[in-house]
């Protein structure tokens, strides 16, 4: 069975940092990323990574504050995240696909296996 186990969410003030971890599992995949949603919203991109080249892709928004790394013997994503503002504050869902797209990564549908989604909260 496919996992994806996300963890590492929580509370922070504005301007504080998190790093978000996600260990994929039960197959192999090309790609792995990031979306987030908002209360209210519709899934957003926010990263995406080739497993293999290392390639990065952000949205404009996260450019610069986030960062997007890959452990290959583990099979594992991270996402650190600086300088966190009031607007970052949703849940974000690790994904994956054993077909990534450097066309379409900032596509939600693009991608096959989405994690459980771990709350980030950053208050004003």
């Known amino acids: 069975q496919v996992q994806l186990v996300e963890s590492g969410g929580g509370w922070v003030q504005a301007g504080g940092s998190l790093r978000l971890s996600c260990a994929a599992s039960?197959?192999?995949?090309?790609?792995m990323g990031w979306f987030r949603q908002a209360p209210g919203k519709g899934r957003e991109f926010v990263a995406s990574i080739s497993l293999s080249s290392g390639s990065t892709y952000y949205e404009d928004s996260m450019k610069g504050r986030f960062t997007i790394s890959r452990d290959i013997g583990k099979n594992t994503v991270y996402l650190q995240m600086d300088s966190l503002k009031p607007e970052d504050t949703a849940v974000y869902y690790c994904v994956a696909d054993p077909s990534y797209s450097e066309n379409y990564y900032y596509l939600a549908r693009s991608w096959l296996h989405w994690g459980q989604g771990t709350q980030v909260t950053v208050s004003s």
């Open positions: 039960g197959r192999t995949f090309s790609g």
